[in-house]
């Protein structure tokens, strides 16, 4: 077998040093898995049409990482959209788009599995399969190419996609993956045809095979039974802030509120929640395993846990001591309101902000969509609850274009927000801020909603500008969505297989991240509407007859059409139903009808919930005074030169977390570890002599820290030493007195004569000899003018063998130091062109040797 071909060193070497954000594409994350692509059976590519800090923040995705990987035979790595700036350099270096782990391009997969998660990802995802080497077309692949396979919530309506997938995975993925992995490895081990392994896919409950479906067949979706087979602990930690940067653990799947708007509601039932004693062991499991410093309970309805009046109080004594905070993301009106002390006592860590969800404006209207269990007086106590407990802001979340909305249900955003907003300022006279946030009304498939139509565009707008303007009087934050992308969502999940073609050019025509407003190219898409023939508006802005057929209808979603066609008239009605959990089924079709709890303990689960949330005994916060400082050296080095400072504190402090170091803290709104290092180093420099300083709640060897703390580290992050430094003695920074960089430019690709100037020792002499070194610095967000002479101690070349090199020695003044890029720019400008000079300063290999302290000779 001819081994396979990474991309990985030339990544590293011709991608990264000019990107913007490098650390979107290293792959030496903590509890990042990586096996040899040889050894195993399967080579499964995850994929998520969108950035790494969008795509790390999804939990399905990790579980499936996780599960695959369990397999012996079976090595699953991810891949995320790469941005503009990298998907130009892979062009321009002819270099495949490749997975994060061992940098192995696409096409050498067996599996592609996207995740679908969001509509405007579409054109991302042809953008994906076209740099990976992958044809655009399931007719177009053959035995050579990999298998093209998507789930996620999109997938509940497939049509726009099936002409590029070729299999969907309607439901649950955690067991259907595991199945579908060792179907192809059988198929692999046979050498059959293609062909072959598309009627083995169709044996998989749950797997839609377009190519070998028959007319009228219906795909029912997988229904997961087994939730409590995921390790937390084990998920890869982001070195870079992503969108969700915290431990996320399902504690509940599915919700039986029944708020007719809310997709996820119907696609994830029956509900399926954890029992107390196994949450406990999940949340051990995982901050011991991440050093997360914050936790989150995810669900779509946390209330709704049956144990979470048990769980709750211990939970939040057993965080309190480490500073980890705790949200609860789905948190709704009534639960805050039943437990007065809940939000006070989720603040007590770390008060940030809090979301409440009323949906719509008025009482009437939230019956409209069936969003019940509180009032309007309900939604404002809820405000004066999170005000007096600390909350520095909250956030309100509406929907614009609800079927039956009048002027007179926007005017009632307004007067919530106006009453909310007096209630707030009352409570704390300073401090505090409110943010409306109106989302545009897609009706989505499988949902009562599904018939029908989307207020035209113009409308959106109007009630978005007469929100914005009324709200701005009232002093209050307004967010929205821009009706553009509302409209083609609308389009991509409403449509059938006639929008595949239009996708198809838009792609073509160079769309891609449409869910980025900056990126969206409406017009295009409108072009590429026109020229496939399709009628976006009749998609988007028209009702679908009630008997009519829809494009999904192959798909059982679990809710039967029947029980959404009552709902559906039950709204125009103006009638709520109540939550099958609490009263009787409301026939809604699904697996766990008629006897959901002999449903649920047969499947070893926590029943739905039996009462409210009881609150909990008050948490103090102690003081957690240092007593210890210790000093450390260490490393950054490889590929984690790319960090960022703020992304070198992260993952120090992480692993100082999962060690389990009694780490000190700062007092304040937010604490956070006192932990701090000398001098930042710039993105892409490596640093061979670090130092740092950390201050410890009890005493602890220094050796003993040494070692701890490395068991928790990747090895390109190291601490080479520690040692006690006086507790309150002066700070690391304020000693250091200058820095020594080794830097070297690689001789590939640059002009022979250019590279014998550069490096000789008369260079470095004549650079000296100026008077004054003018550089541009960026100084709090603004460009400065310096000169840098003073600041520059020594400069010598070093090269060898026909490759430049220098030592550059700088001196740290009283307003700090230059960088060395910097510096080395004023070196190269008067030598190098124009054109040449950003590329050639980008293909500098900086090393940061030492670091000078006050009082070293």
Request: charged fraction near 25%; glycine fraction near 8%.
């Amino acid at each position: 077998m001819t081994p396979l071909t990474t991309y990985k060193s030339a990544i590293a070497r011709d991608v990264l040093p000019y990107l913007g954000k490098p650390s979107r594409y290293i792959a030496a994350e903590w509890n990042a898995v990586v096996k040899d692509p040889d050894s195993v059976a399967v080579r499964v590519a995850l994929a998520f049409p969108d950035v790494y800090e969008i795509g790390m923040s999804h939990l399905g995705l990790k579980i499936l990482y996780q599960r695959l990987n369990d397999q012996s035979d079976v090595m699953a790595e991810r891949v995320y959209a790469p941005w503009l700036d990298a998907e130009a350099l892979l062009r321009d270096r002819r270099i495949p788009l490749c997975s994060q782990e061992s940098g192995l391009p696409l096409d050498s997969f067996d599996i592609l599995g996207f995740t679908l998660q969001y509509e405007l990802s579409f054109a991302t995802i042809l953008a994906m399969l076209e740099l990976g080497g992958v044809p655009l077309r399931a007719a177009d692949r053959d035995e050579r190419h990999p298998l093209v396979v998507a789930g996620g919530p999109v997938a509940f309506t497939p049509e726009p996609l099936v002409e590029f997938i070729d299999a969907f995975l309607i439901g649950d993925g955690e067991e259907a993956a595991l199945e579908l992995a060792a179907a192809v490895r059988d198929w692999k081990r046979e050498g059959g045809r293609r062909q072959e392994l598309l009627r083995a896919l169709r044996g998989i409950e749950g797997m839609y095979v377009p190519a070998l479906h028959a007319a009228g067949e219906v795909v029912r979706k997988r229904t997961a039974v087994r939730l409590d087979e995921v390790d937390y602990g084990r998920f890869p930690v982001p070195y870079m802030d992503v969108v969700h940067d915290r431990a996320t653990i399902e504690v509940m799947r599915g919700c039986a509120q029944g708020c007719r708007f809310r997709q996820a509601g119907y696609l994830y039932r029956p509900v399926r929640g954890h029992a107390a004693s196994a949450i406990h062991a999940m949340v051990e499991r995982s901050l011991a395993g991440t050093g997360y410093e914050e936790l989150s309970l995810s669900s779509l309805s946390i209330a709704d846990l049956g144990c979470l009046r048990d769980l709750f109080p211990s939970l939040m004594r057993r965080l309190a001591p480490t500073r980890t905070s705790l949200s609860l993301p789905s948190l709704r009106v009534e639960a805050l309101n039943r437990n007065q002390d809940l939000a006070a006592e989720i603040a007590k860590v770390r008060k940030t902000g809090l979301t409440i969800a009323p949906e719509a404006g008025s009482d009437r209207l939230r019956r409209v969509i069936n969003k019940i269990g509180f009032d309007e007086q309900e939604i404002l106590t809820a405000v004066q609850q999170a005000a007096r407990a600390g909350w520095e802001s909250l956030k309100f979340y509406f929907m614009i274009g609800l079927l039956t909305e009048t002027q007179t249900a926007v005017d009632e955003i307004v007067r919530v927000a106006r009453e909310a907003a007096r209630i707030a300022r009352r409570e704390r006279s300073r401090g505090f801020g409110l943010t409306i946030s109106a989302g545009s009304f897609v009706p989505k498939p499988h949902t009562p909603f599904q018939w029908f139509a989307q207020e035209p565009m113009d409308v959106l707008r109007e009630k978005q500008a007469y929100l914005r303007g009324r709200l701005r009087e009232l002093r209050i934050d307004f967010k929205w969505q821009h009706v553009e992308s509302s409209f083609l969502e609308a389009v991509f999940s409403r449509g059938g297989r006639e929008v595949g073609a239009a996708i198809a050019l838009g792609y073509q025509r160079g769309c891609r991240f449409d869910g980025w407003t900056e990126q969206l190219k409406f017009e295009t898409w409108l072009q590429a509407f026109a020229d496939a023939g399709v009628d976006p508006y009749a998609i988007a802005n028209k009702p679908f007859p009630l008997e009519a057929p829809l494009p999904w209808d192959h798909i059982d979603a679990g809710a039967s059409k029947a029980y959404l066609q009552r709902e559906y008239r039950k709204a125009l009605e103006g009638q709520a139903t109540e939550d099958c959990h609490v009263g009787a089924c409301n026939g809604c079709g699904e697996v766990c009808a008629p006897d959901w709890l002999a449903w649920a303990k047969g499947a070893g689960l926590s029943p739905p919930r039996s009462g409210g949330l009881e609150s909990p005994e008050p948490v103090d916060r102690p003081t957690v005074q240092a007593i210890q400082k210790i000093r450390f050296e260490f490393q950054k080095v490889g590929e984690l030169r790319f960090l960022s400072h703020l992304e070198l504190m992260r993952a120090l402090t992480r692993g100082l977390r999962r060690a389990g170091v009694p780490l000190a803290f700062t007092q304040g709104f937010n604490p956070q570890p006192k932990l701090s290092l000398a001098q930042a180093l710039a993105v892409g420099i490596e640093g061979l002599r670090e130092l740092g300083e950390v201050e410890l709640a009890e005493r602890m060897a220094p050796g003993e820290l040494c070692e701890a703390w490395n068991r928790q580290l990747r090895p390109e992050l190291k601490i080479l030493r520690t040692w006690e430094a006086p507790l309150h003695g002066p700070s690391l920074s304020a000693g250091v007195r200058g820095s020594v960089y080794h830097i070297q430019l690689t001789p590939n690709g640059w002009d022979q004569t250019v590279l014998t100037d550069l490096g000789t020792p008369e260079a470095c002499t004549a650079f000296l000899a100026r008077e004054s070194i003018a550089v541009e610095v960026t100084k709090k967000g603004r460009p400065v003018a310096l000169d840098a002479r003073p600041l520059i101690q020594e400069f010598l070349d070093v090269g060898r063998n026909g490759t430049p090199a220098w030592q550059l020695t700088l001196r740290v003044g009283p307003g700090g130091s230059v960088k060395p890029t910097i510096v080395m720019r004023s070196f190269l400008e008067r030598r190098v062109s124009p054109g040449a000079l950003d590329h050639m300063v980008s293909s500098l290999r900086i090393t940061r040797t030492a670091l000078a302290l006050e009082g070293q000779g």
